[in-house]
Structure formats: C-alpha cells, structure tokens
C-alpha cells in the first residue's frame, strides 16, 4: 500500500511548506511502527437507491434528507456503503506515545489517517474498476458528517454492513467510532460518467477546511 508522505505532513499542518528533515524521520518511523500493529480491513455492499424531490434520499440500509449528498449522488441507480478500518493496533499504539512521547502520539495520528486514506483510495479504485467493466461509474465517497449528510446515518451504515460483528467496528453513544481510524462512506453508482475521482476531500464542500487538498 503506497502512502503519500506529504498527506502526513498536510495532517500535520505543514500546508504547502516542507517538513523538516527531524519531521520527516519520525514520520517514516511512524509508519513502520504502524504497518506492523495494525490489520485493516473493509466492507462494501451495494443497494438499490431512489432520489426523490426535497433531496430525500432512499439508499436501501438508509432514509435522510441532504442536498449535498443527493447533488453527489444525482444520476445514479445504485449506492455502494463502505467501511474500513485500521484496528485496534493504531489506537493502542497512539495512546501509549500519548503517555511516553507526545510528539510521536501527533506523528502517529496523522500518520494512521493518512495510511486509512490511502487503504481507502485502494480498496474504492478496485470497486471502481470492477464497476468500470461493467460499464458503470463510481461517484466520490461521501461520509456522514460531510455537509449536511447527518452523522446520525452512521448508525445504519455499520449495522447494513454488520461492520461490528464482520471487522470490528462498533460506535459510541456520541457517534464516534471504535477503533478511532476508521470510516463509513457512501458512493454512487452511475452509467453516466463524473468528472471527481474517488476521494474524500473533493466530494465535501467545505472550502474552509484546513486539511483541505
């Protein structure tokens, strides 16, 4: 799996500029630490989707009400519902440089996003690839809590997936995610062409972000 260190260093707040040298190293020293701890793993399942006036949604496991996600999705016939994760073994190793080192623990945070995305890119360009011999075309992930996508849909998305019983992935009462390097998604699926490849940051709409590509 190929990681693009200078999303490290974007999570890490570097923008444009170049990480120093120290940063670089430890980054590195990062991402072995985290390629042996963690096991990630993915789920995907396809439905059946209806948009309707108002920009309500049917896709199947989930009902909302989004404009962003329905502008995302127009044109398309089916939703494919995703989830991956990294483990536990990210988590663990992040709370323990919490108590050690700190400046590691924020290494590792952004490292172990950026390896997530990047299992994310891969395991989303196989399904894009496969839609493609079918003649189909794979719309960008959209995550609840992108936009006006509620984060409550969160819900329905894992238990669609049985993701807690399947790779591990069980949420809290606030919504938040176990293990923490974990993500839900939805992508439509269209036999018209889109212009966005399948990644995160160009399907969400808030320019303002600062960890925007």
Known sequence: M????????RYLGYGRAEADE???????????????ETSPKSLIRIYSLTLREG???????FQ????????????????AVFAATLGVGADKLIQKY????????????????????????????????????????LRPRFSPGYGDFPLENQKN??????????IGIKLTDSL???PVKSVTAVMGISRKAY???VKGCEACEKGDCPYRR
Do not use: H, P
């Open 195 to 197: 212009r966005c490849e």
């Open 98 to 137: 919490e108590k050690l080192e700190i400046s590691r623990a924020v290494v590792l945070q952004a490292a172990a996003t950026a390896m997530l995305e990047a299992f994310c890119d891969r395991e989303c360009q196989d399904l894009k690839e496969k839609c493609q011999s079918q003649g189909l075309y």
């Open 157 to 166: 998305l894992l238990d669609a997936l049985e993701a807690g019983k399947r």
């Open 176 to 178: 938040l995610m176990t």
């Open 2 to 9: 190929e990681i693009n260190r200078n999303e490290i260093f």
């Open 64 to 79: 909302t009400v989004s404009r962003n996600l329905w502008k995302n999705l127009k044109d398309c016939s089916q939703i």
């Open 55 to 61: 920009y309500e949604i049917d896709g199947g496991c």
């Open 22 to 36: 120290r940063t670089k190293e430890l980054a590195e020293s990062c991402l072995k630490e985290l390629e042996k």
